[in-house]
């Protein structure tokens, strides 16, 4: 009888002892975004969390990329996790890490993060507004169907995370820099405001000659001059606005489309 008491205390005790220690594995793999280090810190463009890539592919990856932000300004982040169970979905995480590091050119939002979870068993690409139409949904997710999935599935990480983003710079290089296309309407509309202005700038110059001679026709009456204390402060009040304005904006890099594809395995 107390042996079998013995047993049944014994294995309880197991038990409990592995659910805990399950649960504590889930709650460390429970990444955030915060958690994630930021691989332009140490000027390179990789972070590798999961532990999956050789040295020798992080080397070449970390090449690759800054040839091509030499060549035409555009950033790739390639990310690596466990599981993205901090987030709603690994699109999720993607999406909120590309916006927190502001991957690419805060002018231009050139910028492209390649995500793999392994834990999840899912590869996200998320791409900047500057570069949604070079890398559309569907061409992302097909980049990452032909390259990476077969590789995933096989365990084999460095012959897919390669390959992918191999693929996004060939793509990217081959595209003409980004940059703002002005259309004829606008030209129009432009040359329309000079007219406008010039127009007016006639008009004002009349003016003034009418009123001139109507003052010299006239008895001239001492005008009303602004104090120098409310010039101050009415500039003072527009600095202040102005520094409001400022500070109130996001200072530096891209910001994600929200657009990319992504692939399971």
Not at 71 to 92: L, M, Q, R
Not at 186 to 213: E, H, Y
Request: glycine letters at 12%; proline letters at 4%; one cysteine or more.
């Amino acid at each position: 009888m107390r042996l079998r008491q013995a047993f049944g205390i014994s294995c309880g005790t197991l038990l409990a002892t592995g659910i805990a220690l399950a649960a504590q594995t889930t709650l460390a793999k429970a990444i955030e975004v915060g958690d994630v280090p930021n691989p332009r810190q140490r000027g390179g463009w990789v972070t590798d969390m999961a532990d999956i890539l050789s040295p020798a592919t992080e080397t070449e990856l970390n090449q690759l990329i800054s040839d091509l932000e030499a060549h035409n300004g555009t950033e790739i982040a390639v990310v690596t996790v466990s599981d993205t169970a901090g987030a709603a979905s690994p699109k999720a995480f993607v999406h909120e890490l590309f916006n927190t590091w502001g991957v690419g050119k805060a002018t231009v939002n050139n910028g492209v993060v390649f995500l793999v979870s392994v834990g999840d068993r899912r590869a996200e690409i998320e791409t900047g507004y500057g570069v949604v139409k070079i890398l559309p949904d569907q061409r992302v997710t097909a980049l990452l169907k032909q390259r990476a999935v077969p590789r995933f599935k096989e365990g084999d990480y460095d012959r897919s995370v390669l390959p992918v983003t191999e693929g996004i710079i060939t793509i990217l290089e081959d595209s003409t820099p980004y940059s703002p296309v002005i259309s004829p309407l606008m030209d129009l509309s432009n040359g329309i405001k000079v007219l406008i202005l010039a127009g007016g700038g006639v008009l004002a110059f009349f003016a003034r000659g009418l009123q001139k001679d109507h003052h010299e026709r006239t008895v001239t009456l001492p005008r009303k001059t602004r104090s120098s204390s409310s010039n101050s402060s009415r500039s003072s009040s527009r600095s202040s606005s102005s520094g409001r304005s400022s500070s109130s904006r996001r200072s530096g890099g891209g910001r994600s489309g929200g657009s990319g594809g992504g692939a399971s395995w």
